[in-house]
């Protein structure tokens, strides 16, 4: 089974600057029809999650631009440009390639 | 617009079963592939089942295969997840979520495996 390895499981960070998350999966997430099946989701406290990014960089309806997700085969990264309060939550990567789907542990975005 | 709506959780032995449904609407769902997820406490979300929308194929997660079934009822819009032998680690907030790709999830209901 595909495992997905996120880093860092925890990211403190200043309003207005810049975060990085990443993603890495055992093995590749090229589906036999060419395609990348990756995706992030946003889980606000108390909140359901939310998916931010399909398909390792298209961005979902009402998700701002401040949102970047990039890589290929088994290496992706969500990047923040610059951090505002209601960004503040759990970001999970998930393979959409291979069965069983699998999700990465989690980074917890929080404010320094 | 696209609305799924949980319900059937509770509190059960270990060792019990119970039954959740997902009421969809705002989109055609016989047409759609479905899945459930869930959130244990102090944990990460997990992946648990998966029902295609062309097809009757249907796909597990390892630590629920034999023991949760899941289906559909393409006439009344519903989603369903049939857990039997539960255990505490069962216990969870678990969210269907549509699309192979989950594009639009619900608010969850909870699950609480205990005696």
């Known amino acids: 089974d595909v495992v997905m390895t996120q880093s860092p499981l925890s990211l403190p960070v200043t309003l207005g600057q810049p975060a990085s998350i990443s993603c890495r999966s055992s093995q590749s997430l090229v589906h036999s029809n060419g395609d990348i099946y990756l995706n992030w989701f946003q889980q606000r406290p108390g909140q359901s999650p939310r998916r931010l990014i399909y398909q390792v960089s298209k961005r979902d309806s009402g998700v701002p631009d401040r949102f970047t997700g990039t890589g290929s085969g088994t290496d992706f990264t969500l990047k923040i440009s610059r951090v505002e309060a209601e960004d503040i939550g759990t970001y999970y990567c998930m393979q959409g390639t291979h069965w069983p789907r699998a999700l990465g542990q989690g980074t917890r975005l929080e404010i320094k | 617009e696209v609305q799924l709506v949980e319900s059937g959780g509770g509190l059960v032995q270990p060792g019990g079963s119970l039954r959740l449904s997902c009421a969809a609407s705002?989109?055609?769902?016989?047409?759609?592939?479905m899945n459930w997820v869930r959130h244990a406490p102090g944990r990460g979300l997990e992946w648990v089942a998966a029902?295609?929308?062309?097809?009757?194929?249907?796909y597990y997660a390892n630590s629920v295969r034999g023991r949760f079934t899941i289906s559909r009822d393409n006439s009344k819009n519903t989603l369903y997840l049939q857990m039997d032998s539960l255990r505490a680690e069962d216990t969870a907030l678990y969210y269907c979520?549509?699309?192979?790709?989950?594009?639009?999830w619900g608010l969850g209901t909870a699950v609480t495996v205990s005696s």
């Open positions: 979520a549509r699309d192979w790709q989950l594009d639009y």
């Open positions: 705002g989109f055609t769902f016989r047409s759609s592939a």
């Open positions: 029902f295609s929308g062309s097809t009757t194929n249907t």
